[in-house]
Nanobody
Framework: QVQLVESGGGLVQAGGSLRLSCAAS????????MGWYRQAPGKQRELVAT???????NYADSVKDRFTIDRDNAKNMVYLQMNSLKPEDTAVYYC?????????WGQGTQVSVSS
């Protein structure tokens, strides 16, 4: 079992930055991949970025060159540095982990970007 807790969301003006953090806890050996997804009102949840335990990353086209995902395997943490934020980045951001063939989700953290 993996429990995920996000933090770092908030309200920011367009062009600003935020850094999201996600802490994984529970009884596990090594999480395969971790990532961030987001869901805006009235829209489906979408992938933002993922990172494997080897450090390979993948980004949605809409956030490339603005967002950076990284992780600290020793601390079971994953981060999302978000720069040059736009109003369309407004959403609830969810941390995700793949472990032993199952996906786990955090409760989400709200990110709001004002124009």
């Amino acid at each position: 079992q993996v429990q995920l807790v996000e933090s770092g969301g908030g309200l920011v003006q367009a062009g600003g930055s935020l850094r999201l953090s996600c802490a994984a806890s529970g009884r596990f050996f090594s999480i395969n991949a971790m990532g961030w997804y987001r869901q805006a009102p009235g829209k489906q949840r979408e992938l933002v970025a993922t990172i494997t335990n080897g450090g390979r990353t993948n980004y949605a086209d809409s956030v490339k060159d603005r967002f950076t995902i990284d992780r600290d395997n020793a601390k079971n943490m994953v981060y999302l540095q978000m720069n040059s934020l736009k109003p369309e980045d407004t959403a609830v951001y969810y941390c995700n982990a793949l472990y032993a063939g199952s996906f786990y989700w955090g409760q989400g953290t709200q990110v709001s970007v004002s124009s």
